[in-house]
Structure formats: C-alpha cells, structure tokens
C-alpha cells in the first residue's frame, strides 16, 4: 500500500497531537474536584457555626444539670436518725444510749469479739440539747460501724474513738466520724471493706494495716457518716475547699 505525501502528512500531525495528548495527562495531577466527580462524590457540607450566646446557654444547662446530680448524690448519702432513734428528752437519751451499748456488746459476746470495756458514750450524754442531738448521731455511727465489724467477722478492737465533728467543706453537712483500732485475719478485714461499699450510711475515711504477726493484720481504721448540719452544734468552720476540689474532699473524706 502506497501513502501519498499528503496522507503521510495527515498522519504525521495527528501522531503528533495525540502525543501531546498523551503527554500533558501523564503529567497533570487531577484536583480534588476531578477525583470527587470521578467517584461521585457530593461536594462537603459547609457545618454552620454555633452562636456565641447559645453555646453559652447549653454551657450552663449542662453544670446546672450537673449541680442537680451531685445534690441528689449528696442527699442520697444523708443520714437521718431512724425512728428508734428519736430521743426528745435527756432521760430518752440515755435509756437509748444504754439499750444501744447493751446490744453491741450482746452481739461482741455471741461474735466472740473482744471489745473495749468501755465503749464511747456510755457514761451519759449532754444535757445541752443541741449537742445531744449530735451524740445521736455518734451513737448511730457507733452502732452501724461496731456492727458491720463483728459481723465480718472481726474478733479483736482495741480501741473506739469518736472524732469531733466536722463541717464539709460546703458547710452545709457535718461528717461524724470513729476511729477503731483493732487485729483481725485478712478475711475479717475484706470481708467487713466489702460490707462497707453496700453500707447505705457508712464510709471510709481513713485504713492502715501494718505488717502481719502470725497471720493476723494489726489494722487502724476511720468510719465516718454524713448528717444534714445544724447551726446549734457550733461546730468549728471547715477549711475552704479549692476551686474544682474533688467530691471526696467536698464529702469530707481524705483528698
């Protein structure tokens, strides 16, 4: 087959547009567009902002909501005297008070536990009313903490020690506390740490265990409950709490 000059021409030119061609989209890199088109991609939505004064708005919704949670958390931990504890004269009181002692140490002789002869508040109680009310609450402690003790099986205390009482560091609450010293097994001491996280009044502030001697720990503990503070106990101003303190330390516990 024979080309004329003007068809070999013709050929030449296209050979060479089609190089060209083929040269420029070997070196062009496609945009972003191209390959969004290329997959089908819709354009990216352009997110509106949000306003100043309504971000402010959800800002304080949400540390009133979180202001309401922690009251509710608080009051839920609140102990109140039960209705076996309701003492409106001193007489009451101390009848009360005794009864109560009588029982722990019924419970200490049948757990055969060995406690202290003389138990805190079983000389008598105020005759001051405001602050008989607030040994209520110590006998209460005294009560709950020397109970769930014997029964998890501790066998020996030491001694029991009622702490002045506290304001929280909102001053809104007292924290009534009960330091015990005493030996026990390992088990003893688990068993009455795993009654203490179910304990509805209960809480720990302070434990220290020292080094075993023939399989029995020597343990120091502070079992404390929190009251609705009454302005007649007088007690002494707590230590104002550091902006973002911890709910331990604003609970009276330990930060």
Known sequence: MSWSRTQLLAAAIAAAALAATLGYLALRWPTAEELRQARGDSPPAV??????????????????????????????????L??????????????????????????????????????????????????????????????????????????????????????AADQAYAVVALELEGEASWSAISAALGDLLSSPRLSLQALSLGPPRQGRLPWRATLALLCQRQPEWQLAPAPSAAPGGSRLRRLGGQP
């Open 82 to 167: 039960p209705p076996d504890f309701q003492a409106a004269t001193l007489s009451e009181a101390a009848a009360l008070a005794s009864i109560q002692i009588a029982a722990l140490r019924q419970l200490a002789a049948r757990t055969r536990a060995a406690i202290p002869a003389q138990l805190p508040l079983a000389e008598g109680l105020a005759a001051d009313p405001a602050q008989r009310h607030l040994q209520l609450f110590q006998l209460l402690l005294l009560r709950e903490a020397l109970t769930l003790c014997l029964e998890a099986g501790i066998d020996r205390i030491f001694s029991l020690r009622l702490q002045p009482a506290q304001p």
């Open 47 to 80: 997110e509106a902002g949000v306003p100043l004064a309504a971000a402010v708005a959800q800002l304080r919704r949400a540390a009133a909501e979180q202001e309401e949670e922690l009251a509710q958390a608080e009051s839920a931990m609140l102990s109140t």
